[in-house]
């Protein structure tokens, strides 16, 4: 077998969800594409790689010091919103629904994955409340343990603010979602939590 | 959102099979690898794009100009097993059984897709016939209606050497097939092709 071919197809395969064949299936579309946009694939992998950074101010993936949301002087910076991934970010950027900062934590608290919370971005959090210009804190953090354990912390660390108002997001049933299918828990937070309709 | 990060987004879901959503996925994945791998991850997709070629002989890839079965002096090159494509000659090498020469057509003809007889590498086979070595030509193309019509097409090709041996690969039901759940001309095929058991 070409050892071009081999290379691609092994490298291609450390991609999380994609094995040999999907591998090879995407090496042979390559193969098709245009030399122009393989190379300009290829090169913003690496780009993206080598030249990508970390918001000074929230931890969000970045091009420069200061990450877009960051420096938009129309975004509301005495709420702050904490999120444990770049991803989660997105996900709430897509809503185009908030208008506030962001605090990324990079990953929640896991003895068993060895990460202990100075392992977490939470000294940005605590640096921009200190500033003083933070009103409200939104904690966004999944529901698992290791999410559970975070909020904890973060509760413990916030302490110390004591006109800081603290907010999670709500837990409950999605749109879309049977509840035949939703587990125990959500539904038992989705029935506590839940909210009277007005009659008109 | 970070330039960088849109850019690999956008040039990873140009890939088939992967969206928006995988395609950011595999980027958190690309952000956790180390630099010097993502560095080889792309180049090596640039260097099978921009420096891979096709057998002189057989139009099989390779990194020189004939590839390495065609160059392994060990094959037996008086059969010649005829495949569309690359990735069916992989499938076929992974069996370690065959150890004759290929022929890759790079397709099959198809009117719908403006593929004509002329697209396809059926000059390097017929080349290779020509020049006296081949005893037998095995057919090895999908049972699609291109395929057919291709092989009809190969078959009238062929017609000019009479002493030439020319087989197809063997319809039937596959190993952990299910009847239940095969199509009806496979085993039309199947049954018509039987084998007698020999009675010990």
């Known amino acids: 077998m070409s050892k071009l071919l081999d290379n691609v197809v092994g490298e291609l395969s450390r991609l999380p969800g994609i094995g040999r064949r999907t591998a090879l299936r995407l090496a042979m579309h390559i193969l098709r594409m245009d030399e122009e946009d393989v190379?300009?694939?290829?090169?913003?992998l690496i780009d993206f790689r080598t030249k990508i950074c970390r918001c000074a101010k929230c931890n969000n993936l970045s091009d420069t010091?200061?990450?877009?949301?960051?420096?938009?002087?129309?975004?509301?910076?005495s709420t702050v919103c904490?999120?444990?991934?770049?991803?989660?970010?997105?996900s709430i950027e897509k809503t185009h629904q908030y208008r506030g900062a962001y605090s990324v934590l990079g990953g929640v608290i896991s003895p068993m994955q060895g990460i202990a919370p100075s392992d977490l971005r939470i000294d940005l959090l605590?640096?921009?409340?200190?500033?003083?210009?933070v009103k409200e804190v939104i904690i966004a953090i999944s529901a698992s343990v290791e999410g559970e354990t975070t909020m904890f912390y973060l509760m413990n660390c916030l302490k110390r603010f004591p006109h800081l108002k603290i907010t999670?997001?709500?837990?409950g049933i999605g749109f879309g979602d049977e509840l035949e299918y939703v587990d125990e828990l959500t539904i038992t937070q989705a029935l506590m939590n839940r909210r009277e309709i007005s009659k008109q």
């Open 126 to 133: 605590l640096d921009r409340i200190a500033m003083g210009e």
């Open 168 to 171: 999670t997001i709500a837990r």
């Open 82 to 90: 904490v999120v444990e991934q770049v991803s989660d970010l997105l």
């Open 65 to 77: 010091e200061i990450c877009d949301v960051c420096a938009d002087a129309s975004r509301d910076r």
């Open 39 to 44: 190379v300009s694939m290829g090169e913003s």
